[in-house]
């Protein structure tokens, strides 16, 4: 399974920048997908999360980034987005995509993730 993750750049403050990321390979089912980011000196954290139609379709948020991120799934593409809005330089940070599957029926479910995709932000 592969994931490639695309989008990030550099963006001024209040600017937008939109992340793409495609899960390719072997995949039988999807539970969830999501986004996180590590900044600098910081610990990587949990940006957002969704899960499959199939298993309710939720979303869920960092605080930090509520209101101002959206995240969303193309389930027939196994592909997540993260819409991200009126950024700031703390959301200067590398951008991980993870997705939790498993590649056949009776399978266990495993985390696979991105290689990472930079955004910055100026002041």
């Known amino acids: 399974v592969q994931l490639q993750a695309s989008g990030g750049g550099l963006v001024q403050a209040g600017g937008s920048l939109r992340l793409s990321c495609a899960a390719s390979g072997s995949i039988f089912s999807i539970n969830d997908m999501g986004w996180y980011r590590q900044a600098p000196g910081k610990q990587r954290e949990l940006v957002a999360v969704?899960?499959?139609?199939?298993?309710?379709?939720?979303?869920d948020y960092a605080d930090s980034v509520k209101g101002r991120f959206t995240i969303s799934m193309d389930n027939a593409k196994n592909t997540v987005y993260l819409q991200m809005n009126s950024l700031k330089p703390e959301d200067t940070a590398v951008y991980y995509c993870?997705?939790?599957?498993?590649?056949?029926?009776?399978?266990?479910?495993?985390?696979?993730w991105g290689q990472g995709t930079q955004v910055t932000v100026s002041s």
């Open positions: 993870y997705v939790n599957m498993r590649n056949h029926k009776w399978g266990r479910w495993y985390d696979y």
């Open positions: 969704i899960t499959a139609i199939t298993s309710g379709g939720s979303t």
